[in-house]
């Protein structure tokens, strides 16, 4: 808990907030949720299918991007690194999060 405690302040390394926890853990997440997601609506489990994809990822979703844009800013290499991490963030979690 307290390493999300750190990612959610940007208190971790932006290398790490984002290869780690945006890259690897979002696609793990999103795509086991979405897994997830798919086999109970097969199984005609609306309301559970619904909690799976959207309960459960989005709210990493959120932290995640919120860890990294916050770790971007204490960056003190290149400003283009911290901004690109920045933009492929946002907009990978709202690809992930809407599909």
């Known amino acids: 808990m307290n390493t999300l405690r750190r990612l959610w302040n940007g208190d971790l390394p932006l290398a790490q907030a984002f290869w780690k926890w945006a890259v690897t853990g979002g696609i793990a997440v999103n795509l086991t ?31 995640v991007t919120v860890g990294v844009w916050r770790s971007a800013g204490r960056y003190e290499g290149e400003r283009r690194w911290a901004d690109l991490a920045r933009i492929v963030t946002v907009a990978g979690m709202i690809l992930l999060s809407v599909t």
């Open 33 to 63: 949720t979405s897994i997830l997601f798919l086999v109970l609506i097969m199984d005609n489990q609306i309301v559970a299918a619904l909690i799976a994809g959207c309960a459960l990822s989005l709210p990493y979703n959120f932290v």
